[in-house]
Structure formats: structure tokens, C-alpha cells
């Protein structure tokens, strides 16, 4: 199972934390949100090779950290992050991800190890990680009919909504060669860089059935000073 971790935003609403690393270099309980990532993919049967990183800002900080921790963790720059999304930086995983099964995830949540156990014993080949039941404003939440999940958005409003994602997804080989088409259409034709991921696996969720993996492990996306002080009590 390949992973993809998206690693290039700035991390504006951490400052001064993030002056001078990038955000999943921040730690909690001295402890970087990227190594505890590392860490549970690790400990649940991923090799360090089949692991992607896409960095942006403060990269050289990320590669040297990544070089002397996991040597053979693969490293891409998306050398545009100024001006792009997250959309863009998996674009630029095609080459690598492109018709395989992988795990995508943010590089700024923290969260338990056995939602990566879980996440690879499922015998569902698409699935999107849901904290169900709960309604966080800033986050991505999914509607579901009857057990398919037919809309992925930050605009849902509480009482459509299914639950929150925690920004992990496992997406199979059939379904990342359609996600890749999307992903093509917006980078190539539109010239659309500056769009989420989720924008493209909302229109996949037409053609495409997910399922909501629902877990009650801790998790915290650490967007700011008040998440971050949140993941250190919970943690």
C-alpha cells in the first residue's frame, strides 16, 4: 500500500511556530506531527519506500529532517506552494500513486495508530476516515445515503451532515485512475491550481462508492495555537 503526505502549506495560523519550520514539524509532547505519522504507518506494516512526502515550505527543513529519520522516504517539492493547493501538490504524485492503491493524508493531524490498522483490515477499497456524529466548522464534512457517502465539503451544514473527516482516505487502484482524470482536468485544462483535493473527490463520489470508516480514536487537525493546545492535552 503506497501513502501519500501532503506537507507543502505554509501554516500561517501557527506563527511564530511555524517562522521557521513547517507546520508538521510542530510538535506535540515533543513529538513532530510528521514523525508520529511516520510512526503509525510504520508500525502498522508500511514500509518507509512506499511513503511520499510533498513539501513546499521551509522544505529544505522537512528534507534534511526526513533524510536523517527516513532515509528512504520518498521526498517531492511542489516548488509553486505559494499559489497552489493541496490539489496541485497530489497532482504532482501521479507518476508515483497513479493507478495504485494508496492512503492520502494531511500532514497536520495528529491521531492514534490503530486508525491506520483499521484503515488497512477494512475490506472496503475506498474509504474516506470519519469521526461520525460530530460537527466541526473548519472541517471536511461527508453526507451519506444509506451507507454510500455522496458529498464531501466544508460547506455541509450540521444538520446534513454525516460527520467530520480527519482528512485520511484509502483509495483503490480502480478509483485512483478516475481521481487522476479529475485531478488532470482541473491542473491541465482549467489551469485550476489553487484547489482542494476534497474538490476532486467529490466529483469522484459520483462515479465511485466510499465508504465512511467511523472511529472514536483521538485526533486533532492542528490548524492553530488553540488545536495545538488541544492535541497536547489529549495526548
Given at each position: 500500500?503506497?501513502?501519500v503526505i501532503l506537507a507543502a502549506g505554509f501554516g500561517s495560523r501557527?506563527?511564530?511556530?511555524?517562522?521557521?519550520?513547517?507546520?508538521?514539524?510542530?510538535?506535540?509532547n515533543n513529538v513532530k506531527i510528521i514523525e508520529k505519522q511516520i510512526t503509525n504507518l510504520l508500525r502498522n506494516g508500511i514500509k518507509e519506500e512506499e511513503i511520499t512526502v510533498v513539501t513546499g515550505y521551509k522544505?529544505?527543513?522537512?528534507?534534511?529532517?526526513?533524510?536523517?529519520?527516513y532515509k528512504n522516504v520518498n521526498i517531492i517539492i511542489n516548488k509553486?506552494?505559494?499559489?497552489?493547493?493541496?490539489?496541485?501538490?497530489?497532482?504532482?504524485?501521479?507518476?508515483?500513486?497513479?493507478?495504485?492503491?494508496f492512503i492520502l493524508m494531511n500532514a497536520d493531524v495528529f491521531f492514534e495508530e490503530n486508525i491506520i490498522k483499521e484503515l488497512l483490515n477494512s475490506t472496503k477499497e475506498n474509504l474516506m476516515v470519519c469521526d461520525d456524529g460530530r460537527y466541526i466548522e473548519e472541517s471536511m464534512k461527508i453526507?451519506?445515503?444509506?451507507?454510500?457517502?455522496?458529498?464531501?465539503?466544508?460547506?455541509?451544514?450540521?444538520?446534513?451532515?454525516?460527520?467530520?473527516?480527519?482528512?485520511?482516505?484509502?483509495?483503490?487502484?480502480?478509483?485512483?485512475?478516475?481521481?487522476?482524470e479529475i485531478i488532470r482536468e482541473f491542473i491541465e485544462v482549467k489551469k485550476?491550481?489553487?484547489?482542494?483535493?476534497?474538490?476532486?473527490?467529490?466529483?469522484?463520489?459520483?462515479?465511485?462508492?466510499?465508504?465512511?470508516?467511523?472511529?472514536?480514536?483521538?485526533?486533532?487537525?492542528?490548524?492553530?495555537q488553540e488545536d495545538l493546545k488541544i492535541a497536547k492535552n489529549l495526548f
Amino acid at each position: 500500500m503506497k501513502v501519500v503526505i501532503l506537507a507543502a502549506g505554509f501554516g500561517s495560523r501557527l506563527r511564530p511556530l511555524t517562522n521557521e519550520m513547517p507546520k508538521c514539524m510542530v510538535e506535540v509532547n515533543n513529538v513532530k506531527i510528521i514523525e508520529k505519522q511516520i510512526t503509525n504507518l510504520l508500525r502498522n506494516g508500511i514500509k518507509e519506500e512506499e511513503i511520499t512526502v510533498v513539501t513546499g515550505y521551509k522544505t529544505e527543513k522537512l528534507e534534511l529532517y526526513l533524510k536523517n529519520n527516513y532515509k528512504n522516504v520518498n521526498i517531492i517539492i511542489n516548488k509553486d506552494y505559494e499559489k497552489t493547493n493541496n490539489m496541485y501538490s497530489l497532482y504532482l504524485t501521479k507518476n508515483i500513486v497513479n493507478n495504485s492503491d494508496f492512503i492520502l493524508m494531511n500532514a497536520d493531524v495528529f491521531f492514534e495508530e490503530n486508525i491506520i490498522k483499521e484503515l488497512l483490515n477494512s475490506t472496503k477499497e475506498n474509504l474516506m476516515v470519519c469521526d461520525d456524529g460530530r460537527y466541526i466548522e473548519e472541517s471536511m464534512k461527508i453526507m451519506k445515503k444509506e451507507d454510500r457517502i455522496i458529498e464531501i465539503s466544508k460547506k455541509i451544514k450540521e444538520k446534513e451532515a454525516y460527520g467530520v473527516t480527519i482528512d485520511v482516505y484509502k483509495i483503490s487502484k480502480k478509483a485512483s485512475n478516475k481521481l487522476f482524470e479529475i485531478i488532470r482536468e482541473f491542473i491541465e485544462v482549467k489551469k485550476d491550481l489553487n484547489s482542494w483535493t476534497e474538490v476532486a473527490l467529490n466529483i469522484l463520489l459520483k462515479d465511485v462508492q466510499f465508504d465512511s470508516l467511523d472511529m472514536k480514536y483521538k485526533w486533532v487537525e492542528i490548524d492553530n495555537q488553540e488545536d495545538l493546545k488541544i492535541a497536547k492535552n489529549l495526548f
